[in-house]
């Protein structure tokens, strides 16, 4: 769907590559660039996947040169270095733009190009902390959670920048001209307290944990099993309800759940999962596989993997290593009836052999 885009990576960790991975997947010809001697990590062959690979020193003149000369047909640029080092090593946006005036420049920056924390280090825990995302996530009593993926990362650069790059693409088809895309991880972090924010500014108040009806101040939420694992229970609609109180043989608690009284929630929650703690999570789901309830299961990795909706999905895939050996990784999971994406590993070329194939 995406072989008309013509795309040169020069993004490291996980951000960048997770974005273009989506890209590539779709069909994108993609070259990242990659710096001399990094130590290769397990990750690497699957944010890699479907993509050129070329070993290039930034800081030597004469590889930045041939870099340029890919411009005039890679014509959309993705970065991930703190604002100023692109510039300072020739390729910033104004540079590039000399050469090709339509090219389409993202940039990939925790905080972004302007502002005071501009240069300013960090990780996904911090962009997430300074979004606010934490102050109204996890119990009053243990605080934030740690969460087991990179939210600012993902969400926030990855799939923004993907989106932002695609708008920009069509916005050059329609008016011939490129721009520069400056995209901050902890901007796009704010922008996922949607539902949160919106309260805040109808009513003033400020969102806290377990305080509403998504984040634990309802009996939304998990609940341990008697052998230590957990279901999730989203039950809030009225039907939905109705059946989870028939479901654990306590239906003479469905009007507690819909009472207008704090204590009354918190004492259905309570009784909730005093039930759900006397039987094993087997137990559970042979009770729920015929109920419409919204609860599942919290599973762990190896029985998603296993999981037989996730089987009929294809969604995880093995893909060819550069050993020739076949490795699992979680499959492009945009599904179209008109586009099958092929995977294969990361094709390793020179500048050279890239410039000799430009049809310019």
Not at 261 to 279: G, H, N, R, V, W
């Amino acid at each position: 769907m995406l072989n008309n885009l013509k795309i040169l990576d020069f993004t490291t960790l996980l951000p960048g590559p997770f974005g273009t991975l989506l890209l590539a997947d779709l069909g994108a010809d993609i070259v990242h660039i990659s710096r001399p001697n990094k130590a290769a990590i397990p990750l690497d062959s699957y944010l890699q996947r479907n993509k050129k690979s070329i070993v290039a020193d930034l800081k030597d003149s004469k590889t930045v040169e041939k870099l340029k000369s890919l411009v005039k047909e890679y014509d959309i640029i993705i970065e991930q270095f703190r604002p100023g080092v692109m510039e300072r090593l020739g390729l910033g946006y104004e540079a590039l733009k000399e050469i090709n005036p339509s090219i389409i420049y993202c940039s990939i920056t925790g905080y972004g190009q302007t502002g005071p924390y501009r240069n300013r280090a960090g990780h996904d825990i911090n962009y997430v902390a300074l979004a606010g995302i934490p102050s109204h996530s996890g119990s009053q009593n243990s605080g934030p959670p740690n969460l087991g993926v990179q939210i600012a990362d993902i969400a926030g650069g990855s799939l923004h920048a993907a989106v932002a790059i695609l708008a920009a693409v069509n916005n050059r088809h329609v008016t011939g001209e490129g721009q520069h895309l400056d995209i901050s991880m902890t901007d796009c972090a704010v922008t996922l307290n949607a539902v949160a924010a919106a309260s805040y500014f109808e009513d003033g108040t400020v969102p806290k944990p377990e305080s509403t009806a998504l984040n634990g101040g309802g009996f939304y939420g998990y609940y341990e099993t008697a052998d230590g694992r957990y279901l999730s229970i989203g039950s809030l609609e009225p039907a939905f309800r109705k059946a989870l109180c028939e479901a654990i043989g306590k239906p003479e608690l469905l009007p507690l759940s819909f009472s207008d009284k704090e204590q009354d929630i918190m004492t259905f929650k309570e009784l909730l999962a005093d039930t759900i703690l006397l039987k094993t999570l087997d137990e559970w789901l042979q009770i729920f596989e015929q109920v419409d309830a919204c609860v599942e299961p919290v599973l762990t990795f190896d029985e998603v993997e296993k999981h037989p909706h996730f089987v009929e999905r294809g969604l995880i895939v093995e893909v060819e290593n550069e050993n020739g050996e076949l490795q699992k990784q979680i499959a492009c999971p945009i599904k179209s009836n008109n586009f099958t994406p092929q995977y294969k590993h990361t094709d390793s070329l020179t500048i050279n052999s890239i410039l000799n194939q430009l049809t310019i």
